[in-house]
């Protein structure tokens, strides 16, 4: 089992920047391929970014891409995700989640562990 809690959400002004963290907790974190997902009110979730067990490969959502930065510190057991340049569109609770997988994981469905949620507002 595997126990996830996001921080770092809050309420940033359009353009701003907040940095998001996941700390994962049981069976052995490096082995795992991480990914955030996001879901905006009233929206299906969706896919923000995603890295690989070694760090090696990282996807990015279209929507996110070159303001987004995924990482990971295996030694600590964190995920991180820098959001810069933010927008009132990226407003949404932002989940982490592992896969039993190691390689880069884009699917929904090939997560098996997620955190709660940590709400990140835009403001205009």
């Known amino acids: 089992q595997v126990q996830m809690v996001e921080s770092g959400g809050g309420l940033v002004q359009a353009g701003g920047s907040l940095r998001l963290s996941c700390a994962a907790s049981?069976?052995?974190?490096?082995?795992?391929?991480m990914g955030w997902f996001r879901q905006a009110p009233g929206k299906e979730r969706e896919i923000a970014a995603a890295?690989?067990?070694?760090?090696?490969?990282?996807y990015y959502a279209d929507s996110v891409k070159g303001r987004f930065a995924i990482s990971r510190d295996n030694a600590k057991n964190t995920v991180y995700l820098q959001m810069n340049s933010l927008k009132p569109e990226d407003t949404a609770v932002y989940y982490c989640?592992?896969?039993?997988?190691?390689?880069?994981?884009?699917?929904?469905?090939?997560?098996?562990?997620w955190g709660q949620g940590t709400q990140v507002t835009v403001s205009s």
């Open positions: 049981g069976r052995t974190f490096s082995m795992y391929a």
């Open positions: 989640a592992a896969s039993l997988r190691a390689d880069l994981v884009i699917k929904e469905y090939e997560y098996r562990y």
């Open positions: 890295i690989s067990w070694t760090g090696d490969n990282t």
